[in-house]
């Protein structure tokens, strides 16, 4: 049986494995024309790092300022009720454990010193 519960595992030897060149994800479906001219721009020394591609990032932020308006229409938000509520529960809950650390840690401490003077 091999990794893979659909086949098969397949073995290989190094020797046989081809290491190509890593890419971003962003860069496989170029047309042959704009990789030609990357190809031709890095030779030449003149290739520019990916944050200094300036081309289309307003178009880019426009789409995703978009997207995160769309997702915030869709979030549920607390009415003030909700909020008062729902603070005032966690506000006791701390208080009342506060008090039981508290308490726990007073009676440790007496046992604590019970037995050691």
């Given at each position: 049986?091999?990794?893979?519960?659909?086949?098969?595992?397949?073995?290989?030897?190094?020797?046989?494995?081809?290491?190509?060149?890593?890419?971003?994800?962003?860069?496989?479906?170029?047309?042959?024309?704009?990789?030609?001219?990357?190809?031709?721009?890095?030779?030449?020394?003149?290739?520019?790092?990916?944050?200094?591609?300036?081309?289309?990032?307003?178009?880019?932020?426009?789409?995703?300022?978009?997207?995160?308006?769309?997702?915030?229409?869709?979030?549920?938000?607390?009415?003030?009720?909700?909020?008062?509520?729902?603070?005032?529960?966690?506000?006791?809950?701390?208080?009342?454990?506060?008090?039981?650390?508290l308490f726990l840690d007073r009676v440790?401490?007496?046992?604590?010193?019970?037995?050691?003077?």
């Amino acid at each position: 049986m091999g990794s893979n519960p659909t086949g098969r595992a397949i073995f290989f030897s190094p020797r046989n494995v081809k290491v190509r060149k890593w890419r971003p994800l962003n860069e496989f479906n170029k047309p042959p024309a704009e990789e030609e001219k990357d190809q031709a721009l890095a030779l030449t020394g003149f290739s520019l790092p990916g944050w200094l591609k300036l081309g289309g990032w307003y178009a880019k932020s426009r789409v995703f300022l978009a997207d995160v308006n769309s997702e915030f229409k869709k979030v549920s938000w607390p009415n003030r009720r909700q909020v008062i509520t729902e603070t005032a529960v966690v506000l006791l809950v701390v208080t009342i454990l506060t008090f039981l650390v508290l308490f726990l840690d007073r009676v440790f401490t007496y046992f604590a010193n019970l037995v050691l003077v």
